[in-house]
């Protein structure tokens, strides 16, 4: 069975750094693009980004654009969501998502399990 | 920028009844729409895409339709596991937009 298998919750403080992942399991993340989609407390679903890791080619939405990274270590087969400084707004469920097909755009069919990011002082 | 705009933003119905949501894009996207269902707590699940092929795996009282910028997701006799909430979402091109949802409960 294919999955995608992300890093566990973590709890920071405003201005704090930190990178979640998002590794594929069995498969190789190469050839299939690989999104971000966040999701605060009670709120929908935002795409924030994808990123292609068979060249590392990145699209963000115009909202995370400067506010997040989006970066894939084809070695380990491993995506990578990394902020440089936290704010308590980040406070979410971060979910990496792959398409039914791959080398295209296409609908979600794996999921993460999801990663909890907390930023409170 | 795309914006998908579903409705009803909540809806209550009983077991076994037909339930219809639907949404509505600012701009022509063909057929290029999918359907997620969220039971609370879980990741999304996906149920539909290119607006009426059925996922792997999903009941057939799920189906949706559509085309351009109207589409409609329905459930044909909803049922408790049914308890979520629903997205819809562009899959064509980048920003691969979602709507804003729709929760379904029991009555």
């Known amino acids: 069975e294919v999955q995608l298998v992300q890093s566990g919750a973590e709890v920071k403080k405003p201005g704090d750094s930190l990178k979640i992942s998002c590794q594929g399991s069995?498969?190789?993340?190469?050839?299939?693009?690989i999104a971000w989609v966040r999701q605060m407390p009670g709120k929908g679903l935002e795409w924030m980004g994808i990123?292609?890791?068979?060249?590392?080619?990145?699209r963000y939405s115009p909202s995370f654009q400067g506010q997040v990274t989006i970066s894939v270590d084809k070695a380990t087969t491993t995506a990578y969501l990394q902020w440089s400084s936290l704010k308590a707004s980040d406070t979410a469920m971060y979910y990496c998502?792959?398409?039914?097909?791959?080398?295209?755009?296409?609908?979600?069919?794996?999921w993460g399990q999801g990663t909890m990011v907390i930023v409170s002082s | 920028d795309l914006q998908l705009t579903q409705s009803p933003s909540s809806l209550s119905a009983s077991v076994g009844d037909r339930v219809t949501i639907t949404c509505r894009a600012n701009?022509?996207?063909?057929?290029?729409l999918a359907w997620y269902q969220q039971r609370p707590g879980k990741a999304p699940k996906l149920l539909i895409y290119?607006?009426?092929t059925l996922h792997s795996g999903v009941p057939s009282r799920f189906s949706g339709s559509g085309s351009g910028t109207d589409f409609t997701l329905t459930i044909s006799s909803l049922q408790r596991e049914d308890v979520a909430t629903y997205y819809c979402?562009?899959?064509?091109?980048?920003?691969?937009?979602f709507g804003g949802g729709t929760q379904v409960v029991i009555k």
């Open positions: 998502a792959r398409p039914v097909v791959p080398d295209a755009f296409d609908a979600f069919d794996v």
């Open positions: 069995p498969y190789r993340l190469t050839n299939y693009w």
């Open positions: 990123i292609y890791p068979g060249d590392s080619d990145t």
């Open positions: 701009e022509d996207i063909r057929s290029y």
């Open positions: 290119a607006a009426s």
């Open positions: 979402q562009r899959h064509d091109r980048d920003p691969l937009t």
